[in-house]
């Protein structure tokens, strides 16, 4: 009986040996030439493989960094400055700061301020009912809440609330890749800079119609009236198209725009409630 | 006569012509009518008017922007209120002409008598010329500019003209209603179509559920260079891929046109149109509708001023039924539903169906069962269960190499599915897609 | 006024539906369902009862409580799984190896894969290749015909098609088939087998009903039997000695059953007609190599499984005919 495994055991140790020889003349034969520092960056980059950089994959990202002279252009959203400035000192440069940004949703057409005037029974998919019509709000602009922005987050960062029927954003999760962003058929998230405390000022309203159109269909809609344009003393807004845009790289959070707004349109989040007048009602306040 | 149809696929819906037979009513314009700059595929058209201007019936309000773009005049006298947008049949607000109607003053260059005019002496290029002033468009629901399509390309030879008259949708019978009641003029528009397009042939495809139409335009054709020539009844012999293959036996490439067979389809309303056109220099401000559903009190077919409120025409076909939940503009395989009634009628709306909220919701959704109806049914050869898995992933590439374009948009698909999947919904998406696909490769 | 309704087209839809498929299915096999009763007696009564039962008892607890899904368990499916598991098991199986089979077939054969739509072998071919290796010795211990009263008591016999494969060992078809049951026996169902393999009339008979109602195209049903037919003829027409007829391969075994309902299943099947009978020819092909030249008097099952494992891939290559040829851009 022991011969017989002497000998299973001759032969399998000599197949091994004979196939990890053969393989190791072939792989040295085949080697393809990386150079090693590919991988050091690899390995400091999130690995979450999301394209938030704009390239197909943290492998890609990192052949791009150590193959390109200037890194102006390129950012680690996921990682930030902490991963860019590991990834620099592998390659002997000098990491550029970028400013944080974060996903922000401007909408705020819940069913209290656009109500839905009709029902939507076809694919539950936000591309699909855009193509359709304006919506069940009516407004051309307005969110659709069927979550396509949801679906392709790889964060777990954006959530749909039933009750208001908009997508909400997880300051602490989003890595700001623009995933969802690029999803969202009437681009009405933005990108903003992400300030301390996860503190924002925007105008919840992407609509570009005339004042009495917008207000139509929805009663927190931006009308154009240039009141909180009047009012900054940064010149961090703008208008275009009936409206009003806060640039998040100029605006100083003074909050002087927000009481102005006559159709409550410029959200002010995650502030303490404001020491003169009373607050105002249609704020959509996030639970820390 | 022996019927012919299409070889590929098709489905058998309920035909419900329940307006049929009931004889063209003609509506008086309404209170405000709005008319939008672009009822056509193509360039919308520039707006020529402005606030406080008045207007007569005919007269050009909005000239063509384009190769690919026809004219719009006012179907009502009046003044125009404003030049704004409006929500039209796609859902969205788009800019029109909204006008204050003003008694019925017409433009005196337009014939207004019923007298018939027999007159085939005029040139092919000033019947297109004509065409393009009138602003004619396809009225079979494509509303391509038919100016356009009378212009054989370089390269290609015209060898027959057909006629659309199967009008395959469901309720749909403004079709038959008008080759039934106007069937001369209709006659006389197919040979000013034929001499537009330089062709000695033509051929009337009308299904065989319209006998009475059959034999009305056989008769008046007879003799003539243009025969008629019945259908089976099956969905959707009215495309007019299906039609050239089921009269000429020629199948128009993928990617292609029927020129490319040598075939040029119109619509029997536009044949009427181009009549009214070039021989009682009548621009397109009307058209026939059909106002129909089961709980409607009198379905019916209005021949309606462009740019009508929804709303009138069900005023004016019995009121709308309490139960009504669905509104569609067209038939019920390849309609739009509206979300409102304050939309106007444009050239290319041929019904407006009302369907009660028992019939409107669709069932609900189960997985593929992978049962293979879909793609028995479909008249094109496509496998639409495997376009909506591969639009769902966002696979557009594949779906082009697939044959998503050429995709007639019928409904046959998801009209058979047992597990009720919205497959058009997303075949449609993936179109779109893969059409910004092409477009940006040709770009480069 | 309700609000209205907006969504893409078409707003008109057929009342077919899954169900309606599926309860049309088993309608079709009631005719065979009742020969089979009328021969193998309680027996048969017993084995598809605790089929059906238990198939549609498992996917209702594997849905709720361990996928925690919608229970989708009265949609027909599971029910015609059941009965199909039956119908290829002797009538004299103990009812716990039925609750065996079902539970392999609902859920190894589909609910592993994603439920109904996403399973790439037949379920209740799972379930019976499971049960044939399993308990190889009850799996082929067929049950004589004409014993009403008995269940696991039930003589056994072999079937026709084991006599044959035995017989041939030693001795010529000739001398074989007076041993065996008549054409017309074969074709009734008075012969020993699966409960629900013997009757070809009455497969025959469900198979026009489901063409009848546009539940299954001749397609598949129709490439399988031609090409055995095919396939054996040529074979009995070299060697009439060592091969046996056309007919009686027809009429035997679980090449109806199969044929018929297994290869038809809309999930585990083409997608195309061109595709159906690429895989009906396979089927038919593969399925006369087993009985003539392997180790099994019966093949049609591990022929099914086998194709039904090329489904997708045939589906890749064979596409329907495209309506229009290319245009060539110039």
């Known amino acids: 009986m022991s011969q017989i495994i002497i000998y299973t055991i001759i032969t399998l140790v000599a197949i091994g040996a004979a196939a990890a020889i053969i393989l190791y003349f072939v792989a040295q034969k085949f080697k393809v030439y990386e150079d090693p520092r590919i991988d050091e960056v690899e390995e400091v980059l999130p690995a979450a493989n999301c394209g938030g950089c704009g390239f197909p994959g943290c492998r890609n990202f990192a052949e791009t960094l150590v193959k390109s002279d200037s890194w102006d252009d390129l950012f680690c959203p996921v990682g930030g400055n902490e991963v860019m400035a590991n990834a620099a000192a592998i390659m002997g440069k000098e990491a550029i700061e970028q400013a944080p940004k974060v996903a922000v949703v401007r909408c705020n057409g819940t069913p209290e301020f656009r109500p839905r005037v009709t029902e939507y029974d076809g694919a539950p998919t936000c591309a699909i009912a855009h193509s359709l019509y304006s919506g069940e709000g009516g407004c051309p602009h307005g969110c659709l809440g069927l979550g396509d922005c949801v679906v392709v987050c790889n964060f777990d960062a954006i959530h749909m609330d039933p009750e208001t029927g908009l997508p909400v954003v997880l300051d602490d999760k989003c890595t700001a890749c623009g995933a969802c962003v690029d999803a969202c058929p009437r681009d009405i998230i933005e990108l903003r800079k992400k300030n301390k405390k996860d503190r924002k000022i925007f105008v919840s309203c992407i609509n570009e119609e005339k004042g009495a159109a917008a207000k139509k269909n929805c009663s927190v809609a931006c009308i154009g009236c240039s009141k909180c344009f009047k009012v900054c003393p940064y010149e961090a807004i703008t208008m275009e198209n009936n409206l009003a845009f ?43 | 006569m022996s019927l012919k149809t299409f070889s590929r696929g098709g489905v058998h819906p309920p035909e419900h012509k329940l307006s049929s037979g009931n004889s063209i009513v003609e509506l008086p314009p309404p209170e405000v009518a709005v008319i939008p700059v672009s009822q056509h595929l193509g360039a919308p058209a520039k707006v020529l008017v402005n606030r406080g201007d008045q207007v007569k019936v005919g007269q050009l309000i909005a000239e063509s922007a384009g190769f690919v773009s026809t004219n719009i005049h006012s179907s009502v006298s009046g003044k125009i209120l404003k030049v704004d947008h409006f929500l039209d049949s796609s859902g969205y607000r788009k800019l029109a002409v909204q006008i204050q109607v003003e008694g019925d003053q017409w433009l005196e260059t337009i014939d207004r008598s019923d007298d018939l005019v027999r007159n085939t002496v ?79 042939k033509a051929i009337v495809g009308i299904e065989n559920n319209k006998p009475d139409a059959i034999k009305k335009m056989s008769e008046m054709a007879a003799g003539s260079a243009v025969s008629v020539q019945g259908l089976k009844v099956k969905y959707p012999q009215g495309g007019e891929k299906q039609l050239v293959q089921a009269l000429l036996k020629r199948e128009v490439p993928s990617g292609g046109l029927p020129i490319d067979v040598g075939v040029v389809v119109f619509n029997v309303g536009t044949a009427l149109a181009a009549y009214e056109a070039v021989m009682k220099n009548r621009p397109l401000i009307d058209r026939i509708v059909t106002v129909t559903g089961k709980s409607l009190e009198k379905p019916s077919n209005f021949r309606v001023r462009i740019g009508t409120p929804v709303s009138y025409l069900i005023e004016q076909a019995g009121g709308l039924p309490e139960d009504t939940a669905k509104v569609i503009n067209g038939g019920p395989m390849m309609g739009k539903a509206l979300p409102s009634l304050d939309i106007p009628v444009v050239k290319g709306s041929s019904g407006i169906l009302l369907i009660s909220s028992a019939e409107s919701r669709r069932k609900e959704l189960k997985p593929c069962i992978r049962c293979t109806k879909c793609v028995s049914v479909c008249p094109m050869g496509l496998e639409p269960y495997l376009l909506m898995n591969l639009s769902e992933k966002s696979l557009f590439e594949r779906m082009e190499a697939e044959k998503v374009m050429d995709c007639i948009e019928c409904g046959s698909c998801s009209y058979t599915c047992p597990s009720s999947r919205p497959l058009l919904d997303y075949i449609r998406l993936g179109k779109a897609e893969v059409g910004k696909i092409i477009r940006a490769r040709k770009a480069v | 006024m309700n609000k209205f309704i907006v969504s893409p087209s078409p707003h008109a839809y057929t009342d077919e539906s899954v169900p309606k498929l599926m309860y049309g299915v088993i309608i079709s096999l009631l005719p065979a369902l009742a020969v089979s009763v009328w021969f193998f007696g309680i027996g048969m009564l017993i084995v598809s009862t605790v089929a059906v039962a238990s198939s549609i008892l498992f996917e209702y607890l594997i849905q709720r409580y361990m996928l925690k899904v919608k229970p989708t368990h009265l949609d027909g499916s599971a029910l015609l799984t059941g009965l199909l598991l039956a119908f290829c098991l002797p009538s004299n199986i103990p009812f716990w190896m039925v609750m065996i089979g079902a539970l392999a077939a609902v859920g190894i054969g589909k609910m592993t894969f994603g439920g109904l739509g996403n399973n790439i072998f037949n379920p209740a071919l799972v379930g019976r290749v499971f049960l044939f290796i399993s308990f190889p010795v009850a799996m082929t211990a067929w049950p004589e015909p004409g014993q009403w009263m008995s269940y696991t008591d039930a003589v056994t016999g072999a079937t026709p098609l084991g006599l044959m494969k035995e017989g041939l060992a030693s001795r010529t078809v000739s001398e074989i088939m007076p041993e065996l049951p008549s054409f017309l026996n074969l074709l009734m169902g008075k012969t020993t087998g699966s409960a629900g393999e013997v009757s070809a009339l009455a497969l025959l008979l469900g198979m026009l009903y489901m063409m009848y109602r546009k539940i299954i195209s001749w397609h598949i049903p129709i490439s399988i039997l ?22 009686f391969h ?36 593969v399925t006369v190599l087993i009985r003539v030249f392997g180790a099994y008097p019966e093949g049609v099952q591990f022929a099914i499984l086998i194709f039904n494992g090329f489904t997708p891939l045939i589906n890749k290559f064979v596409k329907p005919k495209r309506f229009g040829k290319e245009v060539k851009h110039g």
């Open chain 3, 226 to 247: 031609v090409t055995v037919a095919l396939f054996t003829g040529i074979l009995w027409f070299a060697n009439p000695d060592r091969f046996a007829d056309p007919l």
């Open chain 3, 250 to 285: 027809l009429l035997s075994g679980g090449l109806m059953l199969g044929a018929i309902y297994m290869a038809t299943d809309y999930v585990t099947s083409p997608m195309t007609g061109r595709g159906m009978i690429v895989y009906g020819i396979g089927i038919g092909i």
């Open chain 1, 246 to 288: 806060i640039d998040s790289e100029k605006c100083k959070l003074c909050r002087k725009c927000v009481p102005e707004c006559p159709t409550s349109a410029i959200l002010e989040l995650n502030f303490p409630p404001p020491r003169q007048k009373e607050a105002v009602e249609a704020n959509k306040t996030e639970s820390n």
């Open chain 2, 122 to 200: 005029l040139p092919a290029e000033d019947i297109r010329k004509k065409m393009l002033e009138a602003g004619i468009v396809g009225l079979g629901g494509a509303t391509f500019p038919s100016h356009v399509k009378l212009m054989v390309p370089q390269g290609k030879t015209a060898e027959y003209l057909i006629l659309n008259g199967v009008e395959c949708e469901p309720y749909l019978t403004a079709d038959h209603s008008l080759m039934m009641e106007h069937t001369a003029e209709v006659f006389s528009g197919i040979q000013i179509l034929m001499r537009g397009l330089g062709v000695e």
